[in-house]
């Protein structure tokens, strides 16, 4: 008898409509005196070449389901040369990301590939690579956290009030956003926008994830999500989101938050199938698995991206517009970008699928933000239009160390030595946030200047992030007393 792992050594898949009619009809034939030795030849044959099996007797049905099921094939044939890419800063790169690029540069539908200086491993793409496929998307490029985003919006209001009014901010963070994994608001403090007005049925896990979107719009999330208040350096005249600026320090905004957990959904759901349809994809790039954009599962993940993008920038619309009307205060500007995203995009003379994960665009004069981390300078940018780097830059200063790295290695108490000496409060934080875990942000700009212009420089002052382990009981009875007041100011409803 012959078992499932044996069939699949052999090339068939783990398929439901292909392995259990498979075992079925060739352990009938074993059983019946077949030979085992020209079986299993008959059954490499199968999977390479189902065409050339559809009139064998035994097994046409099992190679007419391959072929209906999976219509490319289900064997990797790689490029002949690996397509051509690029990279950017050479400091702190792990061995391992660059061969998660020479991976993804031998698919047989990747055109062209960047590294950004900020690179570190990831699953499938390393975070901070480039890819340019054709006629297909690849979800684990797009990344987990679809449409993961940066917002900076400058305020109409003096610097100083940052700190007469320090409790007003920290008081406005605490109630108009929400952060860690699963956050939401309870049903009578939803936010609305249009985008939850748009078709949420264009695949099951929107449609099934609607109402968690809902609760969840306009929140910050867990991991490296922040929203901070701080300084804006301008160092000469600017136009930032098409508003000239003079010179000068202005109090900004800075918001980093994505997709949600509906984001994420659809992420886990199309990269699953993605696997499923490539079943036979060698093991280090299982995570590369792409879908056509031709077939319906490619056009039900795109249609669903594009969602999570437009509900990525409501998300950080609504935490703005929230944040801003509880200080009492407008916007003069502000500067957005996506950089987990996938785009249409025209290079080297073709229409060709962008994926950047980790990665902002930087086209001719779009603008977009680089941030460090909660302890050092982020940056408002302007793309130069560098054809060589897929028109992109890096999303901001890159991990140094893995978050278990950053938990082995530092203390809160080394987290808030270093912030103090840099003037900066955190609300709350992560120790695997540690501004020591990630790269100079200062050496990543440097390695792309070819990449983009700098126009702005910000400087976080007061920053909120998921509350993570390993806080000092100080820090946490703070944090309580000031949960246990807005409770109290907000009818007990906050969580």
Known sequence: MISSKELNALGIPNHTQIMPPAIKVINIALSQGADAAVMCENIRKLALDPVSMVDDTLLGGIAQALMEVFPNGTVFIPRTDPAPWQQWGDVHVEDSAVKQMENACSLPCTVRGALMPDVHTGYGLPIGGVLAVKDAVIPFAVGVDIACRMRLTVLDMPLSKLISRREDFIAAIEKDTRFGVGANFERRYT??????????????????????????????????????????????????????????????????SGSRGTGEAVA????????????????????????????????????????????AAANHELIHSHLLRTLGVEALTHVENHHNFAWREEHDGETV????????????????????SMGTSGFVVQGKGNEASLNSCSHGAGRLMSRAAAFREFSMENVRVYLEERGVELISGGLDEAPMAYKDIHAVMAAQSDLVDILARFEPCLVKMAPGDGEPPD?????????????????????
């Not at 699928?353 to 460090?372: E, N, Y």
């Not at 820090?475 to 969580?495: E, F, I, V």
């Open 353 to 372: 699928i962008v994926h950047r994960k980790g990665a902002t665009p930087a086209g001719l004069g779009v603008q977009g933000i680089v941030p460090g």
């Open 191 to 256: 936010r609305d926008n249009p985008v939850m007005d748009e078709d949420w049925s264009i695949c099951p896990v929107t449609r099934s994830n609607k109402d968690k979107a809902w609760k969840q719009l306009g929140s910050s999330g867990g991991g490296n999500h922040f929203v901070e208040f701080g300084e804006l350096h301008l160092e000469k005249p600017a136009q930032l989101g098409g508003q000239h600026m003079e010179k000068g320090v202005y109090l900004a905004l800075l918001s980093h």
């Open 268 to 311: 886990d759901f199309y990269s699953k199938r993605a696997k499923e349809l490539r079943p036979n994809l060698p093991q280090a790039i299982k995570n590369l698995a792409w879908l056509d954009l031709t077939g319906s599962d490619g056009q039900e993940y795109w249609a669903a991206m594009e969602l999570m993008g437009r509900y």
């Open 475 to 495: 820090w946490k009875k703070k944090k309580d007393k000031k949960k246990r007041m807005l409770q109290a100011a907000s009818g007990g409803d906050l969580q």
